[in-house]
């Protein structure tokens, strides 16, 4: 699998946080920032990754985010370290 396909599954992912209406709107709306830097083409895969992995760590540390919505988000954070 390449790593645009690994992309597109992560993408998947964050369509889920970003529809759940358990998590805190801010969160839904930065897994929107990270969906749209992810299919930025133009821009170097290393630099999307970094970028939308910077975003997820802001989201991860937010107090307010239940159980649930840290545990997706270190998934994708993984899944996009692997990606690299």
Not at 19 to 47: F, H, M
């Amino acid at each position: 699998m390449d790593a645009e396909q690994k992309l597109d599954q992560i993408i998947v992912v964050l369509d889920q946080l970003a529809e759940d209406t358990s998590v805190p709107r801010n969160i839904r709306r930065g897994a929107v920032e990270c969906k749209e830097r992810l299919q930025k083409r133009d821009e170097a895969l290393d630099v999307r990754t970094a970028s939308a992995i910077f975003k997820l760590d802001e989201m991860a540390n937010d107090p307010n985010i239940p159980l649930h919505g840290r545990t997706l988000i270190w998934n994708i954070i993984s899944q996009l370290e692997q990606v690299k």
